[in-house]
């Protein structure tokens, strides 16, 4: 193989890792809030968007192929803006989400300082 072909694979694997990271985050984000509104009381918005975007991420039927996961990533982000639109806002108008550990999420890299 000569180095052009090496090089633009290694590219390629590095584009689906970050990919890969950036959607179990998103994926774990999802599923703490969600479990953070339940445990607090408040209501989490319609179940089927939960599970859809839980469903879109796993299923294969996808918009771009799977090595691809920028759809995924996308129906994660608007998953996680619905959960958050449901949670009652602070003073600052921004979601307070308390963490398992009691901490809020208005704080530095809370959840209130996450761009969606």
Request: glycine share 12%; no cysteine.
């Amino acid at each position: 193989m000569n180095t052009g072909v090496v090089v633009l694979l290694a590219v390629a694997a590095v584009f689906v890792v970050a990919t890969l990271v950036v959607t179990v985050v998103l994926l774990v984000r999802l599923v703490r809030t969600r479990r953070a509104l339940r445990r607090a009381g408040l209501p989490t918005g319609r179940a089927w968007v939960f599970w859809g975007a839980i469903g879109y991420l796993v299923l294969p039927a996808d918009l771009l192929p799977d090595p691809v996961l920028l759809d995924d990533i996308g129906v994660l982000v608007l998953a996680l803006r619905s959960l958050r639109s449901a949670a009652p806002t602070g003073e600052a108008g921004g979601a307070v989400l308390r963490t398992p550990e009691g901490r809020s999420g208005a704080g530095p890299g809370g959840a209130a300082d996450a761009p969606w």
